[in-house]
């Protein structure tokens, strides 16, 4: 088969396809991956043959422009997701207005055109894509293919639509801004408007099923693997920990679009400094040359990968990055998570309820708040049992490689 993966310019969002993609591949299917021509090179990075599609989107650098405390939590209508009280048709009307104009718009219009050319001219027979990237399914569409959604996260897309479905049959004249812009496309195509374009024909979630958020839509359980790009095992990191470790990463996002983190470094690793713990701090060097001191149970690092680096941990603070927070699960390893962009508040919100560890609210998070809770997560045994078992119950979920005949049915 001849299967397209797709996804507009976000780095994490296209690490997180990489394992299936591979899996796909090792099955003997063709596989390509689309994208704008920023992220050409992090596909071929990963072993995989890239389409560099359209041009590259400002989404990010607009995102940029935004002060991060304006983007905490989830945004108009995806927060509908979490918070159903919320969802009356006014509401989210507007909201849907707002997020297809600065996000769906700017994401995915300058790339629909050359991935529906490329898309008509390989004849794909599958296309999966990340669930913003409406781009994929348009292009699956004009050119016949089966296609479905591939989640990095909770399915807040998936639900919010539905409660926009629902409050949109109440309505005499319901306007649809995702809709109409979506038909503008199928009409230029020459194929109907289902909902299919905005959900998929099935979606394929990474998440365990204690944690999953879902519509009344086809899913499909995959256990998520990690891949965070080419890397290198330091020598440091062979062998057993002397101390308890600790980890911190506080993600590239942070840095990449906003030029700093939403946690003070130096109060952080100061508040620390005291514990008989050795903490290894993935902190980019921009942020690094801004410490005045580093503690001297602080290993500084400007990245280590985290599938090597969990494995060997007590504990680890992070920001409630879906990949993060996974890769880590995998491990049975308690998680401090200090969640606030987008879907992380929600996605540590689930996790935290399965007793694998805590999370704070981002207008809590204050360096006394991290010690005393990460002091909780090292000597309360109950964290590491939940954790323990979470892991097991990702493990009872098919892997990429045995999904792979669903799919070969699906596309067939």
Sequence with gaps: MRILFTTYSDRSLLLSMVPLAWALRSAGHDVRV?????LTDVITGAGLPAVPVGRDDGFSRMLGDEPASLLTGLLPPYDVAAAPERATWEYMRSGYETVVRWWHKTANVPMILDLVDFARQWRPDLVLWEPNTFA???AAKASGAAHGRLLWSVDVFGVAREHYLRLKA????AADPLAQWLSTYADHYGFDFTEELVTGSFTIDQLPDSMRMEARLRYLPMQYMPYGGPAVVPPWLRGPAERPRVAITLGITSIARFGSYNVDVGELLDALADLDIEIVATI???EQRKLSSVPRNTRLVPYVPLQALAPTCS???QHGGPGTLLTTARHAIPQLLLPWEFDAPELARRFAAQGAGISVEASRVTAPVIREN???LLNERSFRDAAAGLREEMRKQ???LELVPVLEELAA
């Design 398 to 400: 098919p892997t990429p």
């Design 34 to 38: 689309a994208s704008t021509p920023n």
């Design 374 to 376: 990460l002091l909780r």
């Design 284 to 286: 980019a060097e921009q």
């Design 170 to 173: 109440g309505q005499n004249e």
């Design 315 to 317: 504990a680890l603070i």
């Design 136 to 138: 994929g399914a348009i």
